[in-house]
C-alpha cells in the first residue's frame, strides 16, 4: 500500500507513513496505486519539463544577445599588424586598419613604419557586403575582391588574414 500524502510504499497494517507520518487508511490499493503512480509521473514531468524551458530560455537569450553578423561587424576596429620588432626597437611593416560603417560603408587605413616614422595612406570610401555564401565583398578605389570570411570572438578572418578588435601595442599613437 502506498501513502496517499507523499506516495511512499508503507507496509500492510502501518497506521501512519513512516516518511510524513500522515494517517493510513486501509481501504481500496487499486486507488493508492493509481495516487503513487501519478505523483511518480508529476515527479518526472516536472524536471523535464523545467529543463525544457531553461534550454529554451536559454537559446533565445543567446540569439538576441549574439544580434547579426552586420552588428558584430559595425562600428568595431579590426587590426592587422605586420610590423616587426628588432632589438627592441620596430622595424618595417605595416598595420592595417579595418572598420565597417552601416550602409555598407567602410573605412580603411594603412599605417606604414618607415624608420622611426610612421605614414598613413587610407582609402576614401571603400564599400562592403555580406553575400549570403559566408563571402564578404569589399570594393576601394583602387581594387575589388570577394573571399571567405568569418568572426570568431575578437577575431575576424578575411580570407588568410586573421584581424584582432584589440589595438596593437606597436600602434603606439592615436590614429587619424
Same mark, same amino acid.
Given at each position: 500500500?502506498?501513502?496517499?500524502?507523499?506516495g511512499?510504499?508503507?507496509?500492510?497494517?502501518?497506521?501512519?507513513?513512516?516518511?510524513?507520518?500522515?494517517?493510513?487508511?486501509?481501504?481500496?490499493?487499486?486507488?493508492?496505486?493509481?495516487?503513487?503512480?501519478?505523483?511518480?509521473?508529476?515527479?518526472?514531468?516536472?524536471?523535464?519539463?523545467?529543463?525544457?524551458?531553461?534550454?529554451?530560455?536559454?537559446?533565445?537569450?543567446? =540569439?538576441? *544577445?549574439?544580434?547579426?553578423? &552586420? +552588428?558584430?561587424?559595425?562600428?568595431?576596429?579590426?587590426? @592587422?599588424?605586420?610590423? !616587426?620588432?628588432?632589438?627592441?626597437?620596430?622595424?618595417?611593416?605595416?598595420?592595417?586598419?579595418?572598420?565597417f560603417?552601416?550602409?555598407?560603408?567602410?573605412?580603411?587605413?594603412?599605417?606604414?613604419?618607415?624608420?622611426?616614422?610612421?605614414?598613413?595612406?587610407?582609402?576614401? =570610401?571603400p *564599400?562592403?557586403?555580406?553575400? &549570403? +555564401?559566408?563571402?564578404?565583398?569589399?570594393?576601394?578605389? @583602387?581594387?575589388?575582391? !570577394?573571399?571567405?570570411?568569418?568572426?570568431?570572438?575578437?577575431?575576424?578572418?578575411?580570407?588568410?588574414?586573421?584581424?584582432?578588435?584589440?589595438?596593437?601595442?606597436?600602434?603606439?599613437?592615436?590614429?587619424?
Open positions: 500500500m502506498f501513502c496517499q500524502q507523499c511512499h510504499q508503507v507496509n500492510e497494517g502501518v497506521a501512519f507513513c513512516p516518511i510524513c507520518g500522515e494517517p493510513m487508511q486501509q481501504n481500496n490499493t487499486t486507488q493508492e496505486v493509481v495516487v503513487s503512480s501519478n505523483r511518480r509521473l508529476w515527479k518526472i514531468l516536472i524536471p523535464a519539463i523545467g529543463g525544457t524551458l531553461l534550454i529554451l530560455i536559454l537559446v533565445l537569450v543567446l =540569439s538576441l *544577445s549574439s544580434g547579426s553578423v &552586420e +552588428d558584430q561587424l559595425v562600428g568595431e576596429k579590426w587590426y @592587422y599588424d605586420t610590423v !616587426e620588432l628588432y632589438f627592441g626597437q620596430y622595424s618595417s611593416g605595416a598595420i592595417e586598419v579595418l572598420e560603417h552601416e550602409n555598407n560603408e567602410a573605412e580603411l587605413e594603412y599605417y606604414v613604419l618607415s624608420g622611426d616614422e610612421w605614414y598613413c595612406k587610407s582609402d576614401s =570610401s *564599400s562592403w557586403e555580406l553575400l &549570403e +555564401d559566408n563571402t564578404l565583398h569589399f570594393r576601394g578605389n @583602387y581594387y575589388e575582391w !570577394e573571399t571567405e570570411w568569418h568572426i570568431d570572438g575578437d577575431e575576424l578572418t578575411i580570407g588568410s588574414t586573421v584581424y584582432t578588435s584589440d589595438k596593437p601595442d606597436t600602434l603606439d599613437f592615436d590614429e587619424q
